[in-house]
């Protein structure tokens, strides 16, 4: 089959290679899903879990992607739930061989039914930030309708997922990001923007919940506002302050086929956009990735036509 593999751990985004690669087996309780679009996060070939096993050991040449929406061509063994011909999308284990594949191996756990009026595309940009955002909200965070968000990187693949399922959820959110981005935050339904290049964050809130998305010094600013009780939810695996009182959760973002289920119903209903910035070809991927653009939202990669 065909498959970007990354061999070399120091060469970056210059050390994608678009290859032959033998087709994956399925392990007890996997699905084989023909890939037809993946999602891909630049960061992840800084991810130690590209390079390694759970075990520590080497895994390279390692297929990046963790993102998919196919469909299930083949059924491990003890695998229930999902059957041969069903359309899915999920995230792939970050320890595995990944989703720029044609095929991929995953745990049936890891994948939910693709409702059949969404595209393959929109499926493979949504688990990733929709489960981060869903997870950092609800189950982290603890939101409550009534309370205050402030979402930095408001514009990006995660932002506009918090910004969106905050608001639904009865949140008021103040969105941050580049001075350019303001339009962009307030259309995916931020209350307020705040110009992370030009504005004082000192200006903002008291807030219950910032969700952080960039780290450093906007984080160390931020938890000074937020309120006594509330929290500071992190995917950026550092912490670098924290509320005097208040919560600090980082962390990674998991698999759920319920929560997959929630956000492909809120897509169905409308009531959920997703943000994708770039679409290319499994052919043109290695190119698109090393063009040097930065990417706006998430980038699809369209494994089959
Ligand atoms: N722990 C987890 O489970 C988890 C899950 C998903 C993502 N992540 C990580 O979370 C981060 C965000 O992911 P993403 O997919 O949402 O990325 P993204 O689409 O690039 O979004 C990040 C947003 O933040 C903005 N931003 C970054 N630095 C900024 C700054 N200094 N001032 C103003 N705006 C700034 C970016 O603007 P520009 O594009 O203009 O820079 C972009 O709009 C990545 O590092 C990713 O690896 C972690």
């Given at each position: 089959m065909k498959a970007i593999i990354v061999n070399d751990e120091a060469a970056g985004a210059a050390g994608l290679t678009l290859t032959e690669r033998p087709e994956p087996t399925a392990a007890i309780n996997d699905v084989i899903v023909e890939v037809h679009a993946s999602g891909w996060i630049s960061t992840e070939l800084e991810w130690p879990s590209t390079w390694v096993d759970r075990a520590g050991r080497s895994r390279a040449p390692s297929i990046p992607g963790h993102e998919l929406a196919g469909v299930v061509s083949a059924l491990g063994y003890g695998t229930t739930g999902l059957s041969v011909g069903q359309r899915v999308f999920g995230i792939a284990d970050w320890h595995r061989d990944g989703t720029l594949a044609e095929y991929t191996a995953i745990e049936a756990r890891n994948v939910a039914p693709l409702p059949g009026d969404l595209d393959f595309a929109v499926g493979a940009s949504l688990p990733i930030s929709g489960l981060t955002a869903w997870q950092g909200l609800f189950q982290h965070g603890r939101l409550q309708a009534g309370q205050s968000v402030l979402a930095h990187?408001?514009?990006?693949?995660?932002?506009?997922?918090?910004?969106?399922?905050?608001?639904?959820?009865?949140?008021?959110?103040?969105?941050?990001?580049?001075?350019?981005?303001?339009?962009?935050?307030?259309?995916?339904?931020?209350?307020?923007?705040?110009?992370?290049?030009?504005?004082?964050?000192?200006?903002v809130g008291p807030v219950d919940l910032v969700f952080d998305v960039i780290g450093g010094e906007i984080q160390k600013t931020s938890v000074a506002r937020i309120k006594p009780g509330g929290s500071l939810v992190s995917i950026t695996g550092v912490i670098e302050a924290r509320p005097t009182d208040g919560l600090v959760v980082d962390f990674v973002v998991e698999a759920d086929r319920s929560q997959l289920a929630e956000i492909a119903r809120r897509v169905q209903e409308g009531r959920l956009r997703t943000n994708i910035g770039t679409t290319t070809t499994l052919d043109d991927a290695v190119a698109a990735f090393n063009s040097g653009e930065r990417a706006k939202g998430k980038t699809v990669i369209r494994v089959r036509p």
């Open positions: 990187g408001a514009a990006g693949a995660v932002g506009t997922m918090v910004t969106q399922l905050a608001r639904e959820a009865g949140a008021y959110v103040i969105g941050t990001g580049r001075a350019a981005d303001r339009e962009k935050v307030l259309d995916f339904g931020a209350h307020e923007f705040v110009d992370l290049e030009n504005d004082a964050l000192d200006d």
